[in-house]
């Protein structure tokens, strides 16, 4: 149900005591990622009878909750993340939001939560944007992180789905993740704990997958490792996913380099990352497949030499490429611990596809200023 349509949506309350421009140019100097916030956030509120309601465009700071807010105690919370990118001649473009706002309907869907119409999740940010232009950088692989989420906010102790919901947008300006230049990473292969099972939430992008997620982490830093890599739940054998990144391998087939990445099998977050990169692949003239891939062949392909590089792929920090993969039974290096040429390249593509160096022959970027 909604009451609203996007050009009547917002009303707008821009802060009093605006940043000046020296105090925002020391804010963003070294922004690293998710730290710095903008002056403003978006929010929305939805009940049964109303549908969503109240948008209002306000300045960023503390929401006010019902300690009963069932989001506190069972968990109905989702979120997204996209990137508004300052182009070539200085205008501001968004990358595929209408995907984050397809997929936040998804994962709202699984947690029992209203839709939210995409126009409007996609107007909330072009509002949040054009009003925190400033804070939008300028150099390639800079960007304004973009947060969207939504709570259940009723104060109610049934166990049901609420009948109460926040929906707030927030922007980050994020620097580029890796200011020393892209360093690859290692690996933990988790055998202790799994991301998602059958029939359970891995395909949505919920808070409880990651706090569910938090200990494994913590577990592969034990390991002298970065991140976690995650295996289906019931064989314990095919690879999911890094973290929170989808994750991609490289062979080389009969003279050309083809890119696999596991199939979606439900359990696997569908990455906007993962599903640009594989169209990107074949535009620049390597193979490109979804299937499963085990640990075992993991390990086999790169020792027999047909598989020369591994990488991550997400929004956050687009391509990270995986130097060493360690796990219970032994550890093993991929393309000499360096960054490979075909993780570089697609990096590189896709950052000039955002940044509107190379055309936009998908029709991928949304202008927004
Ligand atoms: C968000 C996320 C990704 C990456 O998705 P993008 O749309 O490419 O940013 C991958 N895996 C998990 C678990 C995620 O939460």
Redesign the pocket.
Known sequence: MSTLTASTAFEVHPSTHPVSEAERAERMKNPGFGKVFTEHMVTLTWDEGRGWHSGVLKPYGPLLLDPAASVLHYGQAIFE??KAYRQQDGGIKTYRPF??AA?FNRSAERLAMPALPEELFVEASDLLIRQDAAWVPGAIGESLYLRPLMIATEGALGVRPAKEYLFVLFASPSGSYFPGGVKPVTVWISEDYV?AAPGGT?FA?CAG??AASLVAQKQAQGKGCDQVVWLDAVQRKYIE?M????IFFVYQEGGRSVVVTPELTGT?????????LLDLSQELGYGAEERKISTQEWEAAVKEGRMTEAFA????AVITPIGRVKSAHGEFEINGGGTGPVAARLREHLLNLQHGVAPDTHGWMHPVV
């Open positions: 993340g996209f995907e984050n997929r991301r891995g992008k997958n990651y996913e973290g929170g990144m989808n696997l977050l569908p990455g906007i990352t993962r599903k640009s792929c997400g929004t956050a």
